[in-house]
C-alpha cells in the first residue's frame, strides 16, 4: 500500500470498486441467509458454505486496462473469486511491478506454497 493512503481511505476504495462492479454485474455476493444451497451441504465440511462471497461473471469483457491486469492476475493465479481485490490494486500499484510479483509467484512450484498462488501474490506484494 502506498505511504500516502491510509487503511481507511484503502478500505473505502475497495468498497467503491466492489459497488461499482456489482451495479454493472460483473460481480455478485451471495447473500449469507440464501438457504437455496442448504440441501447440498456437505455435512464433513460445513466451514465452506460461503466460500465464494464474490463471483466473477463468465462473460465478464474488461473496458480499461486496469481490468484487463486484475482479470489477467485473477485468472493466472486461479482467484476469481477474489476479483474486487485484484481490481483494487491495479488501480494504485504500476502494471510492471504487479507483472513481476506475478512472474515471481508462477516460477514457484505448486507443492512449495502451502496455501495457494493468490494468497502467496498479496504476501509478496505486502513485502515490497
Do not use: H, W
Not at 465440511?45 to 486484475?70: H, Q, R
Amino acid at each position: 500500500m502506498p505511504d500516502s493512503m491510509s487503511k481507511l481511505s484503502y478500505s473505502k476504495e475497495y468498497q467503491k470498486i466492489k459497488k461499482s462492479l456489482y451495479s454493472r454485474g460483473e460481480i455478485r455476493k451471495k447473500s449469507f441467509f440464501d438457504i437455496s444451497n442448504v440441501n447440498n451441504v456437505n455435512k464433513d465440511n460445513i466451514n465452506n458454505v460461503n466460500v465464494d462471497k464474490y463471483k466473477l461473471k463468465e462473460k465478464f469483457k474488461p473496458c480499461s486496462k486496469e481490468e484487463l491486469l486484475a482479470l489477467d492476475l485473477a485468472k493466472g493465479l486461479n482467484d476469481t473469486s477474489n476479483f474486487a481485490f485484484y481490481l483494487s490494486i491495479s488501480k494504485k500499484y504500476p502494471e510492471e511491478f504487479l507483472r513481476r510479483i506475478y512472474k515471481e509467484v508462477k516460477e514457484i512450484p505448486l507443492s512449495r506454497i502451502k496455501k495457494s498462488r493468490g494468497a502467496l501474490f498479496c504476501y509478496f506484494l505486502k513485502r515490497y
